[in-house]
């Protein structure tokens, strides 16, 4: 797994599934990205001037992410992103 450094957390957004009348799923076909996301990993909580500062999210979170924040990653056949962690938005509970 991925380790990320600083105030960086790796998530996976959860997919963006299109359900026809006839219950197939359609995967992919939708052309915006997620936003919503599952945390994977957490990093230390040290932010760019060596501060520590507290993480707000843990591993298994379900998360709301900035569309366009973060930084595309292909790790063991997986599609993840690399988000500081002032690019989530929310939590959800």
């Given at each position: 797994m991925?380790?990320?450094l600083g105030d960086r957390v790796v998530v996976?957004?959860?997919g963006n599934e299109e359900t026809t009348k006839?219950?197939?799923i359609l995967?992919?076909?939708s052309e915006e990205k997620s936003q919503m996301?599952?945390?994977l990993k957490v990093g230390p909580g040290i932010d760019s001037e060596g501060?520590?500062?507290e993480m707000q999210v843990k591993e298994?979170?379900?998360i709301v992410i900035n569309q366009y924040a973060?930084?595309?990653v292909k790790y063991e056949g997986e599609d993840l992103v690399i988000v500081k962690q002032s690019d989530i938005l929310a939590v959800v509970e």
């Open positions: 991925l380790k990320p996976k957004r959860v006839s219950g197939i995967a992919g076909k996301a599952t945390v501060k520590k500062v298994g979170d379900t973060g930084t595309e």
